[in-house]
């Protein structure tokens, strides 16, 4: 069946580095990929998302990249802060359908 | 907007007890899913609906009905909890088929 793997499933990073976090998905035909945050004891709010037809999407200090042909998609942080620390999730998904798969989620950790 | 509504915020049941988890939206989405998580396994999708009257299974369906008499409501039965039930339940909807999912702030279910 449909699946996504995410890693690491932890990360901790120092303020002001970077973080990436990689996911692989195994639908081919999925096309539509979303990022969300979930801080402690809150829901999961979308952060950035990327559709199959772009291989690069920026938003200030988030960016997610994709390969197709690899099928897999990863999410970029720049300029850590501590306000970044939460748990992340990838998805998938195809437009023409309505499962979204999730990955197992990220958490992270950003240092003061 | 009040967005994404769910009733009750925390439950707890006795093995064999049933209850019914609520969900409302006041957006005007078609698309109404189901997602229980649990640590280390991300979210996982278990009863999801495109529209008024349709519903369909998710990955983890067993244990659990839906119905969609309105647009705007989406409840969740749990005909006979069961321990393995025990877990956070987030409500999610959407305007369209790949698009952003709108989570409800959760039930935190435990079964004893």
């Known amino acids: 069946g449909e699946n996504v793997e995410q890693h690491p499933s932890t990360l901790s990073v120092q303020e002001g580095d970077s973080a990436v976090i990689k996911c692989t998905y195994s639908?081919?035909?999925?096309?539509?990929f979303p990022w969300y945050k979930q801080e402690l004891g809150k829901r999961p709010q979308l952060i950035i998302d990327?559709?199959?037809?772009?291989g690069e999407k920026k938003d200030q200090r988030i960016a997610v990249t994709l390969n197709k042909t690899a099928k897999h998609f990863s999410l970029h942080i720049t300029e850590t802060q501590p306000e970044d620390s939460a748990v992340y999730f990838c998805?998938?998904?195809?437009?023409?359908?309505?499962?979204?798969?999730f990955g197992a989620g990220t958490r992270l950790f950003v240092k003061a | 907007n009040a967005g994404v509504t769910q009733t009750p915020k925390f439950q707890v049941l006795k093995t064999g007890q049933s209850m019914t988890l609520q969900c409302a939206q006041d957006?005007?989405?078609?698309?109404m899913s189901w997602y229980r998580q649990d640590p280390g396994m991300g979210l996982r999708l278990i009863h999801y609906?495109?529209?008024?009257?349709?519903?369909d299974q998710g990955e983890v369906p067993n244990g659990y009905n839906v119905s969609r008499s309105t647009t705007e409501d989406f409840p969740l039965r749990l005909l006979s909890a069961a321990p393995s039930q025990t877990s956070v339940y987030f409500c999610a909807s959407s305007a369209d088929r790949g698009r952003e999912q709108y989570f409800g702030p959760g039930t935190r279910l435990t079964v004893t």
């Open positions: 957006m005007n989405h078609e698309y």
């Open positions: 998805a998938a998904s195809r437009t023409g359908g309505f499962k979204t798969i």
């Open positions: 609906s495109v529209g008024a009257g349709i519903t």
């Open positions: 639908d081919s035909a999925s096309n539509y």
């Open positions: 990327i559709r199959s037809n772009v």
